[in-house]
Every structure is written in structure tokens, then in C-alpha cells.
DNA sequence: CATGAATGAGAGTTCATTCAT
DNA sequence: GATGAATGAACTCTCATTCAT
């Protein structure tokens, strides 16, 4: 039940966005009740952030599998390869993750926040290990870590949000592959 | 009248989001009756459309007077470099533009999507200048422009909506410049 | 219409007390939606606090003209003697300002609270104007002034609340009286 | 378990007043669930009236032990004492006796009501008795026994609903031991 | 051109209450 | 005897919108 709350109250506010969502749309998405939502969320923000922490998990087990390469650079490109995966196969759950505006004061105590963290702290390890590796030049690990995620991030937004429609559907996913190729070549010569 | 409207709603924009701001909130900051909005705008979807396109022009505005340079590369980078100030400047616009989910069946017939076209044209061709010159290795136009763009977007929409929390604000701005140098280096060695 | 939606709100609260009153039954009352309310009031407790000033205004009017009595014990006896009578012929208005529970916090701030200070005012410098020309042996103004209000308060309240249920109508009102003469009595001895 | 309910009820009642306490709150402080309430009250007003009796039993219970004072003037004076006494100890009692507005109809035939009247029975024998022994000039109990009575009332209701606010909290008590004293004094000369 | 007055719908939330288990 | 799950109605309040004036 919980979970039914949750799958409906998913797919809306990756529809309309939290503050198109209501408890009343959620409830009648699921045919109960307002009132029922509270028995099992304090309030809307409480819903919100368990949606969240389900998108922080799913993102986690999509991406940690690659924790196994033990080659970092390796790891980083296919780490990179993952997190545009997610996002493409899930649209929502990336959305929910980094892009839906939400009460962002109280994010921060949250254990999404936390398994976030986890996540993109795997991630800049992984970089730092290939700059220990000399795989770059560059020893500005930092600034490496944010320059990909930036490109993957824009990556998926762009799509996400639908800004990529003057491109057709094929060359959409064409583009994507292609430039990931160009990002990974890219950074070879960093 | 109708620009004071615009005037207003934009500024309402920039402290509360789209759906925090209201047409009797628009009303009371220009110190006017609701019902006056309607006589300027059918409803606020037109009201909303209006201001895409005020951001649209705004956003050309700013990254026009580029035109001017004429090297290539140089009008590139400058290119870069303006657009990210653009977002960073104005959060709320780059938002409307590129961020904010709104009926895009609309949107593709508005002139604002043209004007948004317009400015993205140019980009591109820019990139078809380097590429003519022979400034990268690489001859995929298309690929290298979508790169870019993708990097540059991703930056400014994590900004925008507010997932570098964990970052000091100082922090953030040392590292988007950072990152913007580190892009165009490797552009370099494309 | 303020007014109306005044009359209609007094009626409701005096029956069934603040919190017992919702916006949507004087909407109903004046048969108007809950929204035109809020035309007129911007919430539940300025409408509150616009009706006990109000009653404060209409308890000062009632009782002010003794002002005139150039006697100071007469002036006294004549207010005490219109406090009741205003209490028994507007108890709605009475346990709006001595009775009814409301976000007091706020009250202190209001102008009806400056108002019902004056009245007040007023009543305790009657008492030294008596206390000043010794018509009491005692000359605790204070005290004296307080012990009479609580008398006068209690009788009202009493009958307000309908705590007298175990007498008759008339026996009531005979009561009433004589309880007045007595402390008037009584208080002569002081 | 039925007095188990009552007494978290009466504390919240204390603490918030009657219409800020649910019965989900109550269910809450005894850790049970509300729908267990209902196993023992048939509704929520059947547990208001059970509370009022309640509180007239604890009334009775700190006033007649002056029933064991022999001479009725010092009876009479204790039982005054005890009266306010009561009132500014469990206001909420007596909130809930003398001034809460309640289904009137219903309440006479509760067995608090009759509870109540002996009380105040009691009180006006003891004035009687006073009378027969001629503490009093006057010999009109009924009147004597009211007008006390409102006075006494008058304290405790205008503490209990907060009309002191006027006055610090010590000068509070202070006035209400003077008063007490000068009602007192006022009643020997009667 | 502009407004004042009004509304119906809907927001988040809490409530007293029921009832199968 | 007690509960968990649920509901329908109510709450305060805000909104986009309309329309006679």
C-alpha cells in the first residue's frame, strides 16, 4: 500500500512536478481516500522524500555494480556509461534525484541525501584513483569529477526535460552515444 | 502596461518560481487588479509563454553581441563563457528556457522557440567555423556543438537547481570556472 | 457587506464560540462563498478581532455617557449599574470581550484592546475620584476597583453562560438586582 | 481503562482546551488506538459529559471537607477560599463546569448537574446558617449566597479566560488575596 | 482602460467515526 | 477487548478566472 502510494505519487510528480502534485491527485490515482495518504506519510514533503530515497537506492544499484572493475579508468568510463543509462531508463527517478525543484532546506538531513552522496563520493574516488594512476595529466581531481558529471548531468537533463526536440527520436540517441565517445576521448587527453 | 506586466511577473519569478507566483501577486506588485492581466493576457499560460519569450530575448541579448568576434575559436569560448554567465545571472529565465516542463506541444510554434533556435543556429555554425578552420581534429560539427552544450547546461542547470548544496558558494563559483578552462582545453585537443 | 458578514460571524461565534465557528458556516450564513470572506477579512482572526472591537466600541458607548455624572460615587454606581445592563442586553457582545476564548496573544497589539484599556481606564479613576474624596474608609483603589468588577463580571457571566438555570426568568432579574443594591451597599461600608 | 482515558483526556484538556483536544490525541497519550475510545464512550460529547462530572466530583471533593467546620461564618469564609482555590488550580475544570458552552439541554439531567447543585446547596445552607446565627445584619440568604458567589466567580473567570492580562502575574495574586480579604470584610458589615 | 466583487474549484490537512478482523 | 485501515466531511485559505459596471 505504501508502495501503491508511492508508484502513483511517482509517476505524477514526474508529470506535473511537485507543486503541480496534490495528496487529492495521488489519492484519487490510487482510488482512496486524502485522508488514507496520511496514515502512512506525515505530509506531502515526508511522501516526497521517500520517493526520493527509492530514486537515490535505484540509482545506487544501477551504478555500484561497476564498483567490481578494478581498473579505474575502466571504471569511470562505464560508471559514466550507467549513470546516463539511468537516466534514460528512468526518467522519472532522475528527475526526482537532480532536477524537481522541492523544500531543498530539509534535503539535507535526509538518508537520501546521504545515499546520494555515497553514490557521487564512489564516483570522485574513482577519478581520484585514475589521477593516482596518472591517467590524466591534470591532478585536479575536483575539477575532472565535476567537468563529467556536468557533461553527463547536461546529458540526461536536456533529454529529460525535452529540450532535445529539434533533433529526431534516432538522432537523439545517436547524439548521446557519440558525444559520451567524444567525453571519454576527451578526457583521455586531459 | 503589457511590459509591466512581463516586468513584474519576472522579477516575482525570480524569488518564488513559476508556481509560487500568482496573477493576484503579479496584480498587487504592479499595484493594478487582477482583472486587469486578462485584458493584456488570455490566461496565464499566455502570460507564461510571453515571458519564455522575453527570456528567449534576453538570452539572445546576451550572447548576440559574440557575433562581433571574428575568430572563430575565440567567438566559441567567448560564446561558452556568456552562456554560463547568462544562467548564472539568471537562474529563473535559464529555468523557464531550458529547465521548466510546460506544455511543449505549445511551445514549438511560439516564436520563442524560433528565437531560441536562432541563437542555438549560431552556435552551431560557430562550431562549423572552428571545424573549417581546422581548429579541432574532429570534423563531427554536430557532435562537438552537442558536447559542448551538454557540459555547459549540465553545469548550469545543477546550479539553477540547487544540487551542488554540498558545495561552500565560494566553492561553486572556483569551480565552474575551473571547469569551464578545463572544457575548453580539451576542446582544444579534439 | 463587512458588516454583514459581521453580524452573521457575531451571531455564530457567540453560539458556538471561536473555534466552533468555521469561515464555510458564515459563508453559508450570509449565503456567499467561503472566498468573499476573505475579500473583506484576511483571515479568521481579523475577523475576530474586527468583531470584539466592535463589541468594545458599543460597550464604550453604553457606558461613556456616565461620564457627565458630576458625582463621583453616583458616576460610580450609575456604571456599574449600565455595565450589567449592557451585559444582559447584549451578551453575545459580552462574551465576545470578557468571555470567548481566542488567539489572545495577538490581542494585546489591537485597537480593541486599546479601547476596552480606556473603558477600564476610566471605571478605576471613578473609584479614585471616590477613594480621593473619601467616600470609603479604605483607599486600596486598586483593590476596590477590582473586587467590584469581579462582582459585576460574575453576575454577567453567570447569566451569559446560563449558569442560573436553576432559577426562574424572573427570579433572574430580581436577583440581579438586588445583588446589585447589595454590593452597592457593601461597598459603601468600605 | 475508562478512567485511564478520562484522565489523559482531562490533561489535555488542561493543556489545550476542549476544542483542541481529538479524540485521535487522546488515543495518542494512552497509547491505544481511537477506535478503542469507542468501546467505552458512545461518542465524543458522551466522554465531555463524563468529564464533567468528573471535574464536579473533584470539585466536590476540594470543597466539602469545610463541612467539618463547626461555627458557619469560618465555614463559609473557608469554603470561599477553597472555591478559588479550585478554580486557579484545575482551570480547566472549572472552565469546563462554569463557563464552557454545552449542550444546556442534556446537562440537567446529568448526574453532574445534580452533583453540582448539592455543592452549591451546601454553599447556600452555610450562608443560611450564618444568616440564623446572625452574622448578618441582613437576613436575605438568597441574595447574600448569589452575590458571594458572583464574586467569587468573577475571579476565577476572568483569570481562567484571561482577562487579567493587564496585570503581572504576581499582581494577579496579589489582587486576588486582597480581594478575597476585602470581599471578606465587606460581607461582615453586611 | 480598469476595477470591485464574486465564485467554484482546489490546495494540504485533521477530524470523528466505523467496521472487519 | 482492541486494532488497523479507511473514509467522508470538514477545516482554513489561495487560486485563476469572470463580468457588470
Redesign the interface.
Known amino acids: 500500500m505504501r508502495q501503491r502510494i508511492l508508484d502513483a505519487a511517482l509517476q505524477l510528480f514526474r508529470e506535473?512536478?511537485y507543486?503541480?502534485v496534490s495528496i487529492r491527485n495521488i489519492a484519487e490515482a490510487i482510488e482512496y481516500s486524502p485522508g488514507t495518504i496520511y496514515l502512512y506519510f506525515k505530509d506531502k514533503s515526508e511522501l516526497f522524500f521517500a520517493l526520493q530515497f527509492e530514486a537515490a537506492a535505484l540509482k545506487r544499484d544501477h551504478l555500484m555494480p561497476v564498483a567490481g572493475i578494478e581498473d579505474p579508468w575502466e571504471r569511470l568510463v562505464e560508471f559514466g556509461r550507467r549513470y546516463i543509462d539511468f537516466g534514460m531508463k528512468h526518467p522519472d527517478m532522475y528527475d526526482l534525484l537532480?532536477?524537481?525543484?522541492a523544500p531543498?532546506e530539509y534535503?539535507?538531513n535526509q538518508d537520501c541525501w546521504q545515499l546520494g552522496?555515497a553514490t557521487?563520493s564512489f564516483f570522485v574516488e574513482t577519478v581520484q584513483a585514475c589521477v593516482d594512476q596518472r591517467y590524466f595529466k591534470?591532478i585536479?581531481t575536483?575539477?575532472?569529477a565535476?567537468?563529467l558529471?556536468?557533461?553527463?548531468?547536461?546529458?540526461v537533463?536536456?533529454f529529460v526535460?525535452?529540450?532535445m526536440?529539434?533533433y529526431s527520436e534516432e538522432k537523439r540517441e545517436e547524439?548521446a552515444q557519440?558525444?559520451f565517445a567524444?567525453?571519454v576521448k576527451?578526457?583521455e587527453?586531459?
Not at 98 to 101: A, E, L, V
Not at 149 to 155: K, R, S, V, Y
Open positions: 506535473r512536478g507543486d503541480g537532480f532536477i524537481t525543484r531543498m534535503i539535507e552522496l557521487h591534470s585536479d575536483e575539477t575532472i565535476y567537468t558529471w556536468c557533461h553527463a548531468h547536461g546529458m537533463s536536456l526535460r525535452e529540450r526536440r529539434m547524439l557519440k558525444s567524444m567525453i576527451m578526457a587527453s586531459l
